[in-house]
Each structure stands twice: as structure tokens, then as C-alpha cells.
């Protein structure tokens, strides 16, 4: 590969870095073509734009991105890498958690996700149970109505009872 297309890589790659304010690095080596077709379908139903990289080219884009110190990422640049580029930060771990019930791979290799770095497989669990921040402000919303639909609530069934005292009221006075 020339070194000029090798650097309109590197650009591509860190335009997406910066772009994407999350990404996945996984280990999707040996998967057949069958399978890494239907990893690639998932993703995109999922809309996760899955890229398999070179890890050196990977790493002088990060480096390029100036987003963040990615130094602890470096040393998982080992093997075959594919990035899992995504607007939704848990999306990717829960693919990779679905995916891998029916077939071995991929594996996490690293993240960055919400500012932070993780490492390791181990950190899988930990990131498909993060919330969104769409989830985060419809739990917020939800604890927020929660009174508001207690006043009402009690509001409604308080209206009902005086009726009902004020017929008993009437009827006697009669």
C-alpha cells in the first residue's frame, strides 16, 4: 500500500473518531465470510457502522484525534481488529452479547465509551448495562411524573368519595 493511500486511511479513520462519540474495538478473526455477513447485517440494523482496520493505522489515527489519550487501547492493537463505530454507547456490547449465544466470536477488545476507556472482555457486562442517555432521561422523565400522577390519582379518587358523601347528604336531608 502507498504511503498517500495509507494516509487518506488514517484521515478517514480519524474523521470517524472524531465524529463517532463512541467506538468498539473487537476481535472478529476467524469468522467465516457467512458468518462476518450476518455480524455486518446486524450492525447495521442496528445502525453500528462495523469497519475491520489495520492496527497500525488505527492507532496513528487515534493518536491524530486528539479526543482523548487512547495509550491504554494501544497495547489490545494485536490480531485481527474491526471498530464498531455507534451514537448509543451500549448498543455494540449488547450486538457482541447477542451475537456471541450462537456463534464464538467477536470479542471485545477494548471501548470508548461516555469519555472513558475500557479493557478487556471482562468489561462486556459492565458496558451493555450502562444506560443511554435516551434511557437515562426517560427514567428521569418517569421519576418526575411519578408524584405528578399521585396528586392527580388521589385528586380524582378524592373527587369521587365527595360525590358520593354529598348524594348521601342530599338523599338524607330528603
Known amino acids: ?95 457482541i452479547k447477542d451475537f456471541r449465544r450462537e456463534f464464538p466470536k467477536p470479542l471485545l477488545k477494548a471501548a470508548f465509551v461516555e469519555e472513558s476507556i475500557y479493557v478487556g472482555e471482562n468489561q462486556l457486562e459492565a458496558l451493555a448495562s450502562l444506560k443511554s442517555k435516551n434511557e437515562l432521561i426517560a427514567d428521569v422523565i418517569a421519576l418526575l411524573q411519578s408524584p405528578a400522577k399521585n396528586v392527580v390519582s388521589s385528586l380524582q379518587s378524592g373527587g369521587s368519595i365527595l360525590s358520593g358523601v354529598v348524594k348521601t347528604l342530599s338523599e338524607k336531608e330528603k
Do not use: W
Not at 2 to 18: H, M
Not at 74 to 93: C, D, I
Open 1 to 95: 500500500m502507498r504511503r498517500e493511500d495509507k494516509n487518506l486511511l488514517i484521515d478517514k479513520l480519524t474523521e470517524q473518531i472524531k465524529h463517532y462519540p463512541h467506538f468498539y474495538l473487537a476481535d472478529t478473526s476467524e469468522l467465516n465470510a457467512e458468518v462476518t455477513s450476518k455480524l455486518r447485517r446486524v450492525c447495521f440494523e442496528k445502525q453500528v457502522k462495523l469497519v475491520v482496520v489495520k492496527n497500525t493505522l488505527l492507532k496513528k489515527a487515534l493518536e491524530r484525534s486528539g479526543k482523548s489519550d487512547f495509550s491504554a487501547i494501544f497495547e489490545t492493537l494485536k490480531g485481527s481488529t474491526s471498530v464498531m463505530f455507534t451514537e448509543t454507547g451500549n448498543v455494540p456490547a449488547k450486538l
